[in-house]
């Protein structure tokens, strides 16, 4: 009896762990940004990785809307490495009403710098970050 609550417990514990394990990776990727009271949020269920990375990105307004609307685009910028010039790419991004998607394909690994820019009534907020793959 004893060992089948043990066994009991340790598939409980197993299934516990897949239940959080599975969470995690529906949200394995996330940045905050800020710029000029604007603030963006991007999450992804993957982390950075040399391929197609799938971006979901929320942008609030000053006042702590959602800026819905507003014309994104999002670069990503590798600086010159030994035998490679700069390369710079403008990612597609489509309007999802509460969020804009973008497909940030890195190419390669190295050194990325991302600028996601949202344009609205003549407004325009402009963040950066960056981060080695
Ligand atoms: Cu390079």
Redesign the pocket.
């Known amino acids: 009896m004893k060992k089948l609550i043990s066994f009991y417990t340790f598939l409980l514990a197993f299934l516990l762990l897949g239940i959080f394990t599975s969470c995690e990776k529906k949200e394995a990727f996330k940045k905050q940004l800020e710029s000029g009271g604007y603030k963006a949020v991007i999450t992804s269920e993957q982390p950075p990785h040399v391929g197609i990375n799938i971006w979901k990105i929320k942008i609030y307004s000053p006042d702590g809307k959602l800026l819905t609307g507003a014309n994104v685009s999002v670069n990503g910028y ?4 030994p035998g ?1 010039p ?2 710079s790419f403008d990612y597609p991004v489509e309007d999802k009403g509460s969020y804009y998607e973008s497909k940030v394909n890195l190419s ?1 690994a ?2 990325w710098q991302i600028t996601i820019k949202a344009e609205k009534d003549g407004k325009v907020a402009i963040f950066k970050f960056g981060f080695n793959l």
């Open positions: 590798m600086p010159p490495m490679m700069e390369m390669m190295g050194t």
